[in-house]
Nanobody, 125 residues
Framework: QVQLVESGGGLVQVGDSLRLSCAASGGTISSYAMGWFRQTPGKEREFVAA????????YYSDSVKDRFTMTRDNARNTVYLQMNSLKPEDTAVYYCAANQRGSVVAAQESWYDYWGQGTQVTVSS
């Protein structure tokens, strides 16, 4: 059973950068596709970014494209989300998720088998 733990969230100012990490334990995620999602109170969880097992293919939501970059380090069993030029609308709890179908870079939650508990990102204006 894979466990995912997100870290790196916090309070930042508009225009700042932040890097989130998602560390896996209980199994290797090197063959898994991974995703980042986010949720604000009263809203449904939304897709942010996904990456295939090798890191060669990524997919981003339109709202973060060109500002966020998702990468992975399979040797460290960790994925990252580099967030630049942060905006107040990026404020949310950010979740990472693991998809056993490693070549599927998916935006739909139903593809994902394991989820972390989330880390809060707050962007203050």
């Amino acid at each position: 059973q894979v466990q995912l733990v997100e870290s790196g969230g916090g309070l930042v100012q508009v225009g700042d950068s932040l890097r989130l990490s998602c560390a896996a334990s209980g199994g290797t995620i090197s063959s898994y596709a991974m995703g980042w999602f986010r949720q604000t109170p009263g809203k449904e969880r939304e897709f942010v970014a996904a990456i295939n097992w090798s890191g060669e293919s990524q997919y981003y939501s339109d709202s973060v494209k060109d500002r966020f970059t998702m990468t992975r380090d399979n040797a460290r069993n960790t994925v990252y989300l580099q967030m630049n030029s942060l905006k107040p609308e990026d404020t949310a709890v950010y979740y990472c998720a693991a998809n056993q179908r490693g070549s599927v870079v998916a935006a739909q939650e139903s593809w994902y088998d394991y989820w972390g508990q989330g880390t809060q990102v707050t962007v203050s204006s």
